[in-house]
């Protein structure tokens, strides 16, 4: 399975005006714009798993009647067991918890698939790859976090890549079916590293929302993306 072609772009609203978050997410697609994001990334915080505490389910509820364009929900929570099944409920597409918040990571999602979305895992950038790796065919997508969770417009950490080039290479190889997905400090200087290392869908918060176009901008990294692969 090679990267997907073409490359996903997820938009992170945690750099949008939250003000404005119905006008913040069609400026980067949907509803027939061609060449807009692939993805909406949600970021939901519980204050606990993270220090931060950003936006939860009634908003996602509002997000999805909002738009067309598929919801990727990022859960940085404590017990997602109990909180992330609601998230696939709603109708959010791809429903993502971290590794490091449950002791059994194959139940939570199990019952994200049972509930309609697809299931993603999600692991921190210290966080070693492979006690994973044979709990992965229970999941769709792996997000690797390239910079630690809880806050917007950090650095990237180019060293978590050695696990994208390992997962790129148990994927290429048939030995897993899997997704993978970077978040944290993507944008026009960084995204060509993380292509190269093999991701398949790309975050990118603050370079797409702090761009005069947010569209525009999600295009353009899909170039870059695109030009990387070529």
Request: charged residues 20%; aromatic residues 6%.
């Amino acid at each position: 399975m090679a990267p997907v072609n073409p490359p996903m772009i997820a938009p992170s609203i945690l750099s949008a005006d939250f003000a404005h978050l119905a006008d913040e997410i069609d400026a980067i697609g949907g509803h027939g714009m061609v060449g807009g994001a692939d993805w909406v990334h949600v970021d939901v915080m519980d204050a606990h798993f993270v220090p931060n505490l950003t936006l939860g389910l009634p908003v996602v509820q509002s997000i999805l009647k909002t738009t067309d364009i598929p919801i990727d929900c990022h859960l940085m929570i404590d017990d997602p067991g109990r909180w992330a099944p609601p998230y696939a409920e709603a109708g959010a597409y791809n429903v993502t918890f971290h590794a490091e918040a449950t002791d059994d990571p194959v139940p939570v999602a199990k019952d994200i698939r049972a509930a309609g979305a697809k299931a993603g895992l999600s692991i921190k950038p210290n966080t070693p790859l492979d006690p994973y790796l044979e709990i992965l065919p229970a999941f769709d997508t792996l997000l690797v976090m390239s910079v630690e969770p809880g806050f917007g417009g950090q650095s990237f950490m180019p060293q978590v890549l050695d696990k994208v080039t390992r997962m790129r290479s148990l994927v290429d190889s048939g030995e897993l079916q899997i997704l993978i997905e970077i978040d944290g400090g993507i944008n026009a200087d960084t995204i060509e590293q993380a292509a190269e290392a093999g991701v398949d869908c790309f975050v990118a918060g603050s370079a797409v929302y702090s761009a005069a176009d947010p569209a525009d901008a999600v295009r353009n990294l899909r170039a870059q993306v695109t030009s990387v692969r070529s």
